[in-house]
């Protein structure tokens, strides 16, 4: 196994302290986009879990929504099932509470912990790929794996 990058070796890390066989990958090419982590894993754009950070407007807390590639998150509903409006987070918010860059952002491992909510549609296929600390670093999980390892709520988040 070639030596991971630092913020991939962190991932891998958190996954091991989890108790969690799951292993990072850096396959070539950039997996920044769901479409670019479909291509190059070789798998279906549905089946990236991407982990978007979004901030409450009141508060200014941040959430974690993890998502299937193929779909969008309707912030609305969102704000809805959290009673607070958000709004996607800038790249400095998003590395000040997940430790991470955006397109790289695991659905662990994180600066702190982060109220998380997972899409259903996530839980239709056998194997799904996360982030992992960087636009060019992967894992496979199943989705049972994704909603133990971050105690996030299963939601409709799409539509």
């Not at 959290?82 to 709004?87: D, R, S």
């Amino acid at each position: 196994m070639s030596q991971l990058s630092k913020s991939a070796g962190k991932v891998q890390a958190a996954l091991r302290e989890m108790g969690l066989e799951l292993v990072v990958i850096e396959p070539p090419g950039s997996t920044r986009t769901a479409v670019e982590a479909a291509q190059a894993i070789g798998c279906q754009v549905g089946q990236i879990a991407k982990s978007i950070v979004f901030q409450t407007t009141s508060s200014g807390r941040p959430v974690l929504v993890v998502a299937s590639g193929s779909n969008r998150v309707n912030e609305v509903r969102l704000a809805g099932y959290i009673g607070e409006n958000v709004k996607k987070a800038d790249p400095e918010f998003v590395l000040q509470h997940t430790g991470f860059v955006i397109g790289g952002v695991p659905p662990v491992g994180h600066t702190e912990q982060l109220e998380t909510f997972i899409d259903q549609d996530l839980l239709q296929y056998e194997e799904i790929w996360a982030a992992a600390g960087n636009p060019h670093a992967v894992f496979p999980l199943t989705p049972a794996a994704l909603v133990r390892m971050t105690g996030g709520l299963v939601l409709k988040i799409t539509g």
